[in-house]
């Protein structure tokens, strides 16, 4: 069973700086993690993701502004957003896929974190 715990979020002025982390736990074969996102009234859309392999995937709204990256031992992931805009006020979640040690594929999603965007 893969657990996934998130931290940071917060509140944040216009051009200020947050940072979301995640972690996962269990056993399965990692193929991707990345962040999602869902403001008020909103569809969750992608925000960035990260592979296996390093490629990095940003939404056409957050390039140039955040950064993906893979913390230590490769179980986690972390975004850091500068440039903030009250845009990106929204329910950040965090998404993991994969393979299970039986080769079925699995995803999981966090339980999310606000980020405030806000003068």
């Known amino acids: 069973q893969v657990q996934l715990v998130e931290s940071g979020g917060g509140l944040a002025q216009p051009g200020g700086s947050l940072s979301v982390s995640c972690s996962a736990s269990?056993?399965?074969?990692?193929?991707?993690m990345g962040w999602y996102r869902q403001a008020p009234g909103k569809e969750r859309e992608l925000v960035a993701v990260i592979t296996s392999g390093g490629t990095r995937i940003y939404s056409d709204s957050v390039k140039g502004r955040f950064t993906i990256s893979r913390a230590s031992a490769n179980l986690g992931v972390y975004l850091q957003m500068n440039s903030l805009k009250p845009e990106d006020t929204a329910i950040y979640y965090c998404?993991?896929?994969?393979?299970?040690?039986?080769?079925?594929?699995?995803?999981?999603w966090g339980q999310g974190t606000l980020v405030t965007v806000s003068p």
């Open positions: 269990g056993s399965f074969r990692l193929n991707g």
């Open positions: 998404h993991v896929d994969g393979l299970t040690s039986d080769n079925e594929y699995l995803e999981v």
